[in-house]
């Protein structure tokens, strides 16, 4: 049985209050001023009108965009999880990421037509990181390049060579066809689908037409979930070591196309796409020992989305039709496990829809809903054999947020679950902006979960975290 | 945050060409409100603006209106331009230059006049890395009145037309800083009071000038909750305008100042420009800004 988080039924009601309160006007008499003429003082604003724009000339150091944070995060619930019947351990509160971070942004339209974009991060795990724990208790680091690419513009043509994100789908956070780039979810202090999307080399080409654009891809070096991190939340010593495919000398390469056009109130889009699966199925090693033999998957993609605004509501869809998944492949965000090897290959039909709604100026509230099945999911199974995914299966997402103070106070609660109710996450969300480069953020992250789901294993966790950022 | 308008229709809402005055204490209020209203749609077309956005908590101290903390303040990059029969209709591409947190978002938007006509927005956030939708609705309709880019300023207090749904009364002439004014009062009809928070709007407009220099807003208990200022109104290329102006919020104690900073119209902008495209191909909006710009040279 699920239980909702208290401290999300706290806070939502919290929102109404602060929401609901009004004061009364401040009376202001003619007396009172900015300044002796009829001008406003505009100094309590800055010099704004006094500072030379005359220059148009930007320096290449103009496009560089950094973020610096610090953040801490640790699960805070002492209790026992008993994922099998008579089987349990013990949860224990502790501190899991402490950490500083970097984030670079570059974009330099060095000529006309021509456009240099790059992004990368650094990450230093301090005291009680769980990469400092795996790391033998010494401070560990980490970079990586997120995007790296070159684009060049002309006439109606736009090609970017080098490493990019291609998204496809309207539903936000859980659509079916956002499935190009391949995704990690390594803390539970994070949930959005775009901090978990990772780049992948790619050349992409974008055609501008007079009444709609299409937008192609071709990826030769395509890359997989990476197996969960040594010490995180998400990692669980397997059986066999779990490695990167092993590409050998093949290969690989994966391909798509888009046709989107825009109507008054409504936007739509085909697509097609021969891919492989972002998840690896694991084997366990042919002589017993060793690491697992991870094996991919292609497939190909066909898909369709649409939107449509109505005043204030914007209702999303999306559909994919999928030939060819593995149908014991295992694909819940963040996890790889060994599953059992029955390599069976099946079309599956997924849809996810919902739609966000303007509440007023400052609060909104989404929903998306994620549904696939598989098709003839009996055929071809043994007497006593059964898939992961049996029947239909997915998950959905309700979001609402509260934006006060001129946007300088973000609140917001987002709760997630599949559709079989045997899990939940909610998670509470405050972000204020202290200024112009200050900004602090804190989440509390509650997770229930029954046996039928992988979440099981972090039933009845409670996370506190937060992140101070400095950026320039 | 909540990006939901036009800021073409901003800056050029907010605009008012100098008009002679011939037999100007003849004029009736609805004919005061109307030439301030055709002056603006007329400096309405093929704009550039530089504009700066600050936002804070205000006090009154001796008499005075001080940001009672550090303004946090946002610069945007503007460009918009008619269409329609009579170039009612406005489209507008807007970015972000600062603070660094929200630096390149963009936002695309089209403003329709005809009311049975919805608003259309779309936002591209980097982090995401596509062109969104947003359910804007339209400010003219059933909705709420949008606030702009989170500011004290909405859709409605910078919108223009539909002065046909007012009671317009001149209620005198007064001096406002030194400035002779009009002293209009705007009062919505039945049906214009369904789609606004105001019950009323007290306009003082520059005789000679016909720059709104002040305006206050009340609330439907006859409480003024806003009130909007006007300052350095200055010719530029043969077109008065106020060049900063502010709003305060007389419920939250909360301001927003918008200071235009650099205001070009009657530029050549190209209609693809406007679309979809410039908010995803960096390159190409690069390159169109750079011709934009070198047209303001």
């Known amino acids: 049985m699920l239980r909702f988080c208290p401290l999300i039924i706290l806070a939502q009601l919290l929102l109404t209050k602060t929401y609901a309160q009004q004061e009364e006007p401040l009376i202001l008499d003619d007396s009172v001023s900015f300044d002796t003429e009829l001008a406003i003082d505009d100094d309590i604003f800055g010099n704004v009108f006094d500072e030379d724009t005359s220059s148009t000339t930007s320096s290449w150091f103009e496009g560089f965009t950094v973020r610096i944070n610090q953040q801490f995060s640790g699960q805070v619930n002492n209790h026992a999880v008993e994922p099998f019947p ?7 509160s502790e501190l899991e990421t402490n950490r500083l971070g970097i984030n670079v942004r570059y974009q330099n339209a060095f000529a006309p037509g021509w456009l240099l974009q790059a992004s990368g991060q650094g990450r230093i795990y301090l005291n009680n990181d769980y990469e400092y724990r795996a790391n033998k208790d010494h401070i560990d680091t980490e970079f990586r390049i997120n995007e790296f690419f070159l684009q060049r513009s002309f006439g109606q043509e736009s090609i970017k060579f080098g490493r990019q994100t291609v998204v496809w789908g309207e539903t936000v956070g859980n659509s079916v066809l956002d499935v190009i780039n391949h995704s990690e979810f390594r803390d539970l202090t994070i949930i959005d689908i775009e901090d978990a999307r990772l780049n992948q080399w790619m050349v992409v080409w974008d055609h501008f037409g007079e009444s709609s654009n299409l937008s192609s891809f071709i990826n030769l070096y395509p890359e997989f979930n990476p197996a969960a991190v040594r010490g995180s939340p998400f990692f669980f010593e397997p059986l066999f070591n779990l490695t990167d495919y092993d590409r050998e000398s093949k290969l690989l390469f994966e391909a798509g196309t888009q046709w989107k056009k825009s109507f008054e109130g409504s936007d739509i889009a085909f697509m097609a796409a021969y891919l492989y699966e972002n998840q690896l199925l694991y084997e366990d090693p042919v002589t017993g020992i060793g690491d697992a033999v991870a094996e991919k998957n292609d497939f190909i993609l066909l898909g369709f989305s649409a939107n449509k605004a109505i005043g204030k509501l914007l209702l999303n869809f999306d559909f994919a039709f999928s030939h060819d998944v593995l149908a014991n492949s295992f694909d819940f965000p963040g996890t790889s496990t060994l599953s059992s090897p029955l ?130 | 945050m909540k990006l939901k308008s036009t800021l073409g229709i901003i800056g050029t809402a907010l605009l008012v060409t100098f008009f002679p005055h011939a037999s100007g204490q003849e004029l009736t209020g609805f004919e005061i409100m109307k030439r ?50 009579e170039l009612k209709d406005t489209k507008s591409v807007t970015i972000t230059l600062e603070p660094a947190a929200e630096r390149g978002i963009g936002m695309l938007s089209y403003a329709y006049e005809d009311s049975e006509r919805d608003n259309e927005t779309w936002l591209y956030l980097s982090a995401m890395g596509r062109v969104k939708r947003i359910a804007a609705g339209n400010s003219e309709e059933e909705t709420e009145p949008a606030s702009l880019f989170g500011s004290e300023f909405t859709t409605e207090d910078t919108d223009t037309g539909k002065l046909e749904e007012y009671t317009i009364n001149l209620l005198g002439e007064t001096t406002q800083g030194n400035r002779d004014v009009w002293q209009v009062e705007m009062i919505p009809s039945a049906e214009r009071a369904r789609k606004t928070r105001y019950s009323r709007v007290v306009e003082y407009i520059d005789k000679e000038r016909f720059v709104s220099l002040r305006s206050e807003m009340y609330d439907q208990y006859e409480r003024e909750v806003k009130r909007l200022m006007a300052s350095r109104v200055e010719l530029v290329n043969d077109i008065w305008m106020a060049r900063s102006l502010t709003m305060m919020n007389l419920v939250t104690n909360r301001l927003s100042n918008m200071a235009f900073v650099e205001i070009y119209t009657d530029l050549n902008i190209e209609d693809d420009f406007l679309t979809q495209r410039t908010l995803t191909d960096a390159a190409y909006r690069e390159t169109e800004l750079e011709k934009l710009r070198s047209q303001l040279n």
């Open chain 2, 36 to 85: 301030s209203d055709d002056a603006v749609r007329s400096t309405n077309d093929s704009s550039f603006i530089r504009m700066q956005l600050s936002s804070c908590k205000f006090g009154v101290t001796q008499g005075r209106i001080t940001c009672a903390e550090r303004a946090r303040v946002k610069s945007l990059e503007s460009v918009a331009k008619n269409y329609g029969p």
């Open chain 1, 86 to 92: 008579g089987f349990s351990f013990p949860r224990e």
């Open chain 1, 343 to 472: 390599n069976l290959k099946k079309d599956q039909i997924g849809t996810s829809f919902g739609f966000e709604y303007a509440v007023d100026n400052e609060q909104s509230v989404s929903l998306g809903i994620q549904v696939q099945k598989i098709l003839d999911a009996e055929e071809g199974l043994l007497p006593g054999q059964t898939l992961v995914n049996d029947g239909t299966f997915g998950s959905w997402l309700v979001r609402y947020s509260n934006t006060l103070l001129n946007s300088d106070l973000v609140l917001s609660s987002t709760l997630q679950g599949d559709l079989e109710a045997d899990s939940l996450l909610a998670l509470l969300g405050i972000n204020y902006t202290i200024n112009d480069n200050w900004a602090i953020s804190g989440q509390i992250i509650s997770i229930n979960a029954n046996a039928d789901s992988p979440l099981v294993f972090f039933a009845e966790d409670l996370r506190i975290g937060t992140t101070i950022t400095y950026s320039f």
